[in-house]
C-alpha cells in the first residue's frame, strides 16, 4: 500500500498561488497514475486534477484549466498542483490519491490510496 501526505495549503488573499505537494511512500510512485481532489464543506469531493504515471497524459476539471497545473516527479516520489489566481471558490481541502495507472480517471471511488488532506483558504 502506498502512503500519501499533502502539504503546502494555506491562506491566502483571491488571486495569490500556492503549489501544493504530495509524497508518496511505501511503494515506488512510478507505478501509479495520481490525482487531485478537493472537498469543500457540506459538498461532495470534486476531481480537480489527474496525471499519468510516467508524467503525461493529464486532464483537469473545467474550472482548474488555465490556472493549475499537475506534475509529478518521480525520483522525488512527489507529485504536484500548482495553482494560480485562486478565487474564494477555490476554497477547500485538498486531497492527493493514487490509482492504478492504465487510465486516468475523474471518479474519486477509481482511487485506491488517499492522504489526508491539506486545505486551502481563499479570501476574497
Known amino acids: 500500500q502506498i502512503q500519501l501526505v499533502e502539504s503546502g495549503g494555506g491562506l491566502v488573499q483571491a488571486g495569490a498561488s500556492l503549489r501544493l505537494s504530495c509524497l508518496a511512500s511505501g511503494r515506488n510512485l512510478g507505478n501509479y497514475a495520481m490525482g487531485w481532489f478537493r472537498q469543500a464543506p457540506g459538498k461532495e469531493r470534486e476531481f480537480v486534477a489527474a496525471i499519468g504515471w510516467s508524467g503525461g497524459p493529464t486532464i483537469y476539471a473545467d474550472s482548474a484549466k488555465g490556472r493549475f497545473t499537475i506534475s509529478r516527479d518521480n525520483t522525488k516520489n512527489t507529485v504536484y498542483l500548482q495553482m494560480n489566481s485562486l478565487k474564494p471558490e477555490d476554497m477547500a481541502v485538498y486531497y492527493c490519491?493514487?490509482?492504478?495507472?492504465?487510465?486516468?480517471?475523474?471518479?474519486?471511488?477509481?482511487?485506491?490510496?488517499w492522504g489526508q488532506g491539506t486545505q486551502v483558504t481563499v479570501s476574497s
Open positions: 490519491a493514487a490509482t492504478m495507472p492504465v487510465l486516468l480517471y475523474r471518479n474519486p471511488n477509481q482511487y485506491s490510496d
